[in-house]
Nanobody
Framework: QVQLVETGGGLVQAGGSLRLSCEAS????????VGWFRQVPGKERERVGA????????WYAESVKDRFTISRDNAKNTVYLLMNALKPEDTAVYYC????????????????WGRGTQVTISS
């Protein structure tokens, strides 16, 4: 079992930055590829990006490409989502999720999910 906890959310003005963290416990996170997702109430969950187990491969949704960066520190059992040039439309609850396969988590198939952290961008 893996427990995932997202932290780092908050209220930021448009154009600002935030860094979210996804910390794992229970099992070493290096066994898993990790994806980031977001959801606005009443809308479908949206894929944000994903990172492979070693960090050698990443994928980003077009809506966040060149603004968001995913990285990981396996020694700290943590994956990060650095968000720059934030826009009001980035407002959502952000979730991380883990799967043994990068190709799976990239499309939203995950064995473990965190509870999410709220990100609010003011205009």
């Amino acid at each position: 079992q893996v427990q995932l906890v997202e932290t780092g959310g908050g209220l930021v003005q448009a154009g600002g930055s935030l860094r979210l963290s996804c910390e794992a416990s229970g099992r070493t996170l290096s066994r898993y590829a990790v994806g980031w997702f977001r959801q606005v109430p009443g809308k479908e969950r949206e894929r944000v990006g994903a990172i492979s187990r070693t960090g050698g491969s990443t994928w980003y949704a077009e809506s966040v490409k060149d603004r968001f960066t995913i990285s990981r520190d396996n020694a700290k059992n943590t994956v990060y989502l650095l968000m720059n040039a934030l826009k009001p439309e980035d407002t959502a609850v952000y979730y991380c999720a883990a799967n043994g396969e990068f190709t799976a988590v990239r499309v939203g198939v995950a064995d473990y999910w965190g509870r999410g952290t709220q990100v609010t961008i003011s205009s």
